[in-house]
């Protein structure tokens, strides 16, 4: 993906590509925990750990931003 407010380029493969579809709508960390649990063999404990960080980072870079609903 290209953030052009930075110029950058970020590459997400694997599950993050499908977290970063997920992310195309409003959606919590923990839907998104659970729809990669139900589509990868994961657990909920760690899929949710990586998925918060996952979300975290693309927080603190600016790709995504928080909707209050």
């Known amino acids: 993906m290209m953030s052009i407010?930075?110029?950058?380029?970020?590459g997400i493969t694997g599950v993050g590509s499908r977290a970063w579809e997920l992310l195309a709508s409003p959606i919590a960390v923990v839907?998104?925990?659970r729809v990669i649990c139900?589509?990868?063999d994961t657990d909920e404990?760690?899929?949710?750990?990586?998925?918060?960080?996952?979300?975290?980072e693309l927080l603190q870079l600016g790709l995504v931003s928080?909707?209050?609903q």
Request: aromatic fraction near 14%.
């Open 45 to 56: 404990v760690t899929c949710l750990a990586d998925m918060q960080s996952f979300v975290e």
């Open 5 to 10: 407010e930075q110029g950058e380029y970020y």
């Open 66 to 68: 928080v909707v209050k």
């Open 38 to 40: 139900a589509e990868y």
């Open 31 to 33: 839907d998104i925990a």
